[in-house]
């Protein structure tokens, strides 16, 4: 499909961002979703990931946590907030080491100058990657990562393997070929 059909689709189905559709492929891939699962959605705004983790599965609770507002989803407990100070969100921190799965579409904005942009994307993965460990349940918590094929990549990558116990890379069909995206999926921390 061209990328551009997938805005489409997204927006007929009342999704909130076209972004649901490389979760959900990612998701069916790695079967990371389970029934009545405890999901923590970082970087969340506008909410399609949310919309669609309630959508698929209706007895999840989401937590979501954003820089930016998001308008209200029933079900989904949504905190204002930068994921570097995740902790001091009582109701989230209670929650440590006990989520099933952890999905983060963060991104930060983009300077125009790649060694600086490319530092600032592995700085914010790797507290992503440091934030997921400790809230994922150490038996068989799963976590799904964006990042972007640049020259640090394999250098996240590799972080990655040093906290689970299986690492994989996705690029779903409705990410933009250009954009330069790319998913890092994490099962059974360390
Ligand atoms: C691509 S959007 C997420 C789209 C979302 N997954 C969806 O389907 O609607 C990336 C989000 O990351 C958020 N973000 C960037 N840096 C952040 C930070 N340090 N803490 C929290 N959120 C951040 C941005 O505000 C933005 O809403």
């Known amino acids: 499909m061209h990328t551009d059909s997938w805005a489409i689709k997204a927006k007929k189905l009342g999704l909130r961002s076209r972004a649901v559709f490389k979760l959900e492929e990612i998701l069916t891939k790695t079967k990371a979703l389970k029934s009545n699962g405890l999901v923590l959605d970082i970087g969340s705004a506008p909410g399609g990931w949310s919309q669609l983790i309630k959508t698929l599965e209706p007895k999840s609770d989401v937590y979501a946590v954003d820089l930016l507002p998001m308008d209200p989803i029933k079900g989904v407990y949504f905190f204002q907030e930068d994921i570097t100070n995740i902790d001091v969100i009582k ?97 059974r921390p360390l």
């Open 91 to 187: 109701e989230i921190s209670l929650l440590k080491t006990k989520f099933d799965l952890v999905i983060s579409d963060l991104a930060p904005n983009l300077t125009g100058i790649s060694a600086v942009d490319e530092e600032n994307i592995f700085e914010l993965n790797s507290i992503t990657l440091k934030t997921a460990v400790n809230y994922l349940n150490k038996s068989y918590g799963k976590f799904i990562l964006k990042t972007f094929q640049n020259s640090l990549f394999k250098k996240i990558r590799l972080e990655m393997e040093k906290s689970f116990n299986i690492v994989q890379t996705y690029k779903p069909a409705a990410s933009k070929s250009k954009s330069g995206e790319i998913y890092l999926y994490g099962e």
